[in-house]
């Protein structure tokens, strides 16, 4: 497998465009390189909705995998490099096949936030706060009864 796009479960065909993806700070990625966290769905639909409830928008484009295993946030480039959150991976797209279309770049994936509707990336402090309290409610909903 192609690492070098997005990751096993979250990247666009490497026919897709090199456009510029969004980091946080407003600014585009310098040459289209972006970081990619891909998650369980299930946890990662919980920390959308904790994102969601926090101060101001604080999530960027999240794409759901056509197998509907996986979210995948699009966070600052150099996030891969310290990434160590349990049951995520963090993978350096270097720009290789990297786009935020309006369309999903995966046929049969779909955004769940949308690049035009989110903050221009998801800062990575934030989603790995966010991850760990979506961990815990899971567990402790699993746990309950």
Same mark, same amino acid.
């Given at each position: ?12 065909p490497?026919?897709?465009a ?6 946080a700070?407003?600014a585009p990625c ?5 970081d ?7 946890q990662g639909?919980?920390?959308?909705d ?13 794409l ?7 979210l995948?946030? %699009? =966070?600052p +480039? $150099?996030? #891969?490099?310290?990434?160590?959150? *349990? ?6 797209? @270097? ?9 999903p770049p995966?046929?049969?994936s779909?955004? %769940? =936030?949308? +690049? $035009?509707? #989110?903050?221009?990336?998801?800062d *990575?402090a934030?989603l790995?706060?966010?991850l @760990?309290e979506?961990?815990?409610?899971i ?5 309950c009864?």
């Amino acid at each position: 497998m192609d690492t070098s796009r997005i990751d096993d479960h979250c990247r666009p065909p490497s026919t897709a465009a090199h456009a510029s993806a969004p980091h946080a700070g407003g600014a585009p990625c310098p040459e289209g390189v972006c970081d990619v966290v891909s998650v369980p769905t299930r946890q990662g639909l919980e920390a959308v909705d904790i994102l969601r409830r926090g101060a101001g928008d604080a999530v960027g484009p999240v794409l759901h995998d056509d197998g509907g295993d996986t979210l995948c946030f %699009l =966070v600052p +480039p $150099g996030t #891969a490099a310290a990434w160590d959150v *349990p049951g995520s991976t963090c993978t350096e797209t @270097d720009g290789r096949g990297l786009s935020l279309p309006p369309v999903p770049p995966l046929e049969g994936s779909d955004w %769940l =936030v949308p +690049p $035009g509707e #989110a903050d221009p990336a998801t800062d *990575p402090a934030v989603l790995r706060a966010a991850l @760990d309290e979506a961990a815990r409610l899971i567990e402790a909903a699993d746990n309950c009864c």
